[in-house]
């Protein structure tokens, strides 16, 4: 565990400095956000902080191979190296896209590229848990299956990233969730504690805790799609790398419940459960409106909470809440399968609920603008004058 908060530690500090560098190459070559129509701030924003995330992801990658543990494990080398190397094609299409917005077509073309990479170098999903049986993939399949999985991840990560600090928050809880499982799992197995998926998930949450400094509300400065789509690909290789790292056959042998057998398939579900759901419910509400899914609007989750009243800052912070409860109610509810760990993850659901529907205050769109102005040029200050 040392090793892994290490690891955490490094990436996190590398991130964050990273960013500021990163945030004056954006504002130097224009790659900045402007304010549309559907967007929720009111000033421009430098893009960019996907490549303060590529490096340190390559931090965490670079510090693992020289600790004595993590280090002498020549498949997480292999597999780590092989979603780095996929991070960066995915990282360049997103670059491009803040520079000079890539067509859809050509964006997913750059997706797959970045998939087609993993699976060529063999991180693929080798197998799916279901009740009563595991079934294993043969080549063909597991490619699709793989591909597929990494597109769906980059895509919707892309769709959450709407507020100031969404998406870094949500995907760091959820990839602290999967850390935990990880871990917990090979423990119970007793097999060694150093895996891909372990080593992935850390980093992740890594480069999240160190850019939200930098983009929590007011924001400095945004991922862009360089860092959604990156953080989607590690998302999704995190799972994938886990189903040829844990023996399926042993799943059902452990000891902490028969549900933590099929955490392999819930659990990338409820950790990614907010963006699966906002891509899920976008693909339905434009193709019901006879426009294409890719078709921007302003019907997202987050667009939502704000049309309820609540603040920027509130409605961030309740799809943070939100993250956890579900990723980590999953963990907890699959390794304590009984009813009063049921009733307690279904009772904060509750409560919860009762703050996302009831404690926000209608505002009009001029006053939620005004705020949101007004706040945002305390952010530019701080965007030109800190590095």
């Given at each position: ?24 190459l ?48 020549q498949l ?61 993939l ?35 809880i ?27 998930t ?6 999240c ?12 400065m ?9 953080l ?39 950790i ?28 997202h ?20 809440i ?66």
């Amino acid at each position: 565990m040392t090793e892994y908060l290490l690891v955490l530690f490094v990436t996190a500090t590398v991130t964050y400095l990273l960013s500021g560098w990163c945030r004056r190459l954006a504002l130097r070559t224009g790659a900045v956000a402007r304010v549309r129509d559907r967007d929720v701030h009111a000033i421009p924003i430098p893009y960019f902080g996907g490549i303060a995330m590529l490096g340190g992801v390559a931090a965490a990658f670079v510090v693992a191979t020289h600790l004595p543990f993590l280090g002498r494990n020549q498949l997480i080398h292999h597999d780590f190296r092989a979603v780095l190397i996929a991070g960066v094609v995915i990282c360049a299409v997103g670059v491009l896209d803040d520079l000079f917005e890539l067509n859809a077509i050509t964006k997913l073309a750059g997706q797959v590229l970045a998939a087609g990479v993993v699976v060529a170098n063999g991180v693929k999903m080798l197998w799916i848990p279901l009740p009563n049986t595991i079934i294993s993939l043969d080549d063909s399949i597991s490619i699709a299956v793989t591909v597929f999985f990494i597109v769906l991840c980059s895509n919707a990560v892309n769709y959450v990233d709407g507020l100031d600090g969404l998406a870094s928050g949500v995907v760091a809880i959820g990839a602290l969730a999967f850390f935990a499982y990880s871990y917990l799992l090979v423990a119970s197995l007793a097999l060694p504690r150093a895996t891909t998926a372990s080593l992935l998930t850390i980093a992740i949450a890594g480069v999240c805790l160190g850019f939200l400094p930098h983009n929590f509300f007011p924001a400095r400065m945004f991922m862009g799609d360089s860092g959604a789509l990156l953080l989607g690909l590690l998302l999704a290789t995190s799972t994938i790398s886990l189903t040829g790292q844990i023996d399926s056959s042993g799943l059902h042998s452990t000891e902490t419940g028969l549900m933590a057998a099929y955490l392999p398939l819930i659990l990338p579900l409820a950790i990614m459960a907010l963006p699966f759901l906002d891509f899920l419910l976008a693909f339905l509400r434009r193709t019901y409106a006879g426009t294409w899914f890719w078709v921007a609007d302003k019907q997202h989750l987050h667009h939502r909470l704000l049309e309820q009243g609540h603040s920027h800052r509130r409605a961030v912070i309740l799809m943070y809440i939100w993250s956890a409860l579900i990723s980590f109610g999953v963990i907890l509810i699959g390794f304590n399968p009984n009813v009063l760990v049921v009733l307690g993850v279904l009772a904060a659901m509750g409560v919860v609920t009762i703050f996302t529907i009831g404690s926000g205050r209608k505002v009009s769109d001029p006053e939620a603008k005004r705020a949101m102005r007004k706040a945002e040029r305390r952010a530019e200050v701080r965007i030109q004058d800190l590095p």
